[in-house]
């Protein structure tokens, strides 16, 4: 039976820790604190420990990191010390790293990669679903690029190849912009309609969203944009702008950057209104 280790119990770890328990793999699930993990893992058939030294006698083939990028290394040099890594797989899921910050764990003869699951982790049994209908990007060091092709295939995942030219801070970003603040946005935005709406603030901010989205998507970002940045309607954002606290203003102001330049590309803001807009947004910044 395959022995797969998954260092950290968070969405991530443990969505990935079920997905190889149901392919069939010995899976143990590492964390620093005792927590409901535990419980949660005990009713999936997976083993938990607070040592990533009991690892060792796990004798894992696949290690899986699943911990937040700043200690990715820390994990990596803890494998190198507690763990037999020559010949062992050592794989993290951070998208803003690259297979470099395991260099302590390649330094003891692992094989390493970087897969990172292109989605929002929420729930574990949801989360596994999910995984099958996602893109999976990898950067592998030579010595592993079939193995993980291997587990992507486990993991159901498209793989795509992240080219090593691939600035990945801007890649990581590109994906929190279409993920973690679209959220926020829609957080706010409930936030200023339910004086309006209520309890149905919620449920107006959902249509509006999901018919944005589907006409981006049928048309593009700079065809679909509509209201009044992109009709140059200069004294409806001041009124905007006049109905916000000073703190929602300077953060409004600094969206207003974004959609102005989307509203120039689609061609439809003149240049004097789209000059007024900047004017006045640089005034609330």
């Known amino acids: 039976m395959a022995r797969t280790l998954v260092i950290g119990p ?81 794989v993290h899921v951070s998208g803003m790293h690259d297979v470099n910050v395991l260099q302590a764990a390649a330094l003891e003869g692992a094989f390493t990669a970087a897969m990172h699951p292109v989605m929002q982790f ?47 801070r801007r890649y990581h970003l590109g994906l929190a912009l279409a993920s973690n603040h679209i959220t926020a946005l829609m957080a706010w935005a409930e936030e200023l309609l339910r004086p309006a709406f209520g309890e149905e603030a919620w449920d107006v901010v959902d249509t509006m969203a999901t018919q944005a989205m589907g006409a981006a998507r049928a048309n593009g970002p700079a065809a679909a944009l509509t209201g009044p940045v992109a009709r140059g309607d200069v004294a409806t954002v001041r009124e905007h702008l006049a109905g916000l606290s000073e703190e929602e203003r300077h953060r409004y102001a600094g969206l207003l950057e974004v959609v102005l330049n989307l509203a120039v590309k689609s061609e439809r803001l003149d240049p004097d209104s789209a000059r007024e807009l900047r004017e006045l947004a640089e005034r609330h910044r």
């Open 10 to 90: 968070g969405r991530v770890g443990r969505a990935l820790a079920l997905v190889h328990r149901r392919a069939g793999e010995e899976v143990l699930l590492v964390g620093r604190k005792p927590g409901p993990w535990q419980a949660w893992a005990a009713e999936q058939g997976i083993r938990t420990t607070l040592h990533l030294a009991d690892g060792a006698a796990h004798k894992p083939r696949l290690v899986l990191i699943a911990v937040p990028d700043r200690g990715i290394a820390e994990v990596a040099s803890d494998c190198a010390r507690d763990l037999a890594c020559d010949g062992t797989l050592i």
């Open 122 to 168: 929420l729930e574990p049994e949801r989360d596994a679903e999910m995984l099958r209908h996602a893109i999976v990007t990898i950067t592998a060091s030579p010595n592993a690029r079939e193995e993980a092709l291997k587990i992507a295939a486990v993991w159901g995942a498209r793989p795509v190849r992240l080219k090593a030219e691939v600035d990945r």
